[in-house]
C-alpha cells in the first residue's frame, strides 16, 4: 500500500473521530471554563460535562514554555503523541479540537461535546503529555 492511500486513509480515520467527538465550528457556548496550564498539569486536572453541552475552554498559561491543549479520546491522543514526538510539530491549522498557547498568555477555545464519553485534554510538548499534563472530560 503506498504511503499516500495510507495517509488518505488516516485522514479520514481522523476527522470521523473528530466528527464524532464534537467541534467548535460555529456553536455558542453555554459556559466558560478558565484552565490553568502549569509545568506539567492543567487545572483543575479533571471535569464533567453533559452531553450537548458546548464549553468555552479559558486556557492561560502561567509557565515559561509554550503548551498546547489538544481535545481527543484516548487514541487520538496517542495518535497525536507519535505525530509531535516524531518530529511531526504542529501542524494543527484548522483543528478545532486544539490550541497552542505561549508563556504568558491565555487563549480560547470552544467544544461541542455530543455525544458521552471520556476525552482528554492534553499537552503534547516535547515530554509534557508523558509526564502527565492530561485533563480528564467525562461526558455524560
Known sequence: MSSRIVLLILAVVLAAV?????????????????VDMRSTSFEPPSMSVRSGETIEFRF?????????????????QADHEAEMTGGGGHDMHGADNAVTVEPGKTKTLTYAFSSPTTLIIGCH???????????TVAVT
Open 18 to 34: 473528530t466528527a464524532a467527538c464534537g467541534s467548535s465550528s460555529g456553536t455558542k457556548a453555554g459556559r466558560t471554563v478558565s
Open 60 to 76: 492561560t498559561n502561567d509557565d515559561e514554555t509554550t503548551h498546547e491543549a489538544y481535545i481527543g479520546d484516548s487514541a487520538a
Open 125 to 135: 510538548e516535547k515530554g509534557h503529555y508523558a509526564a502527565g499534563m492530561k485533563m
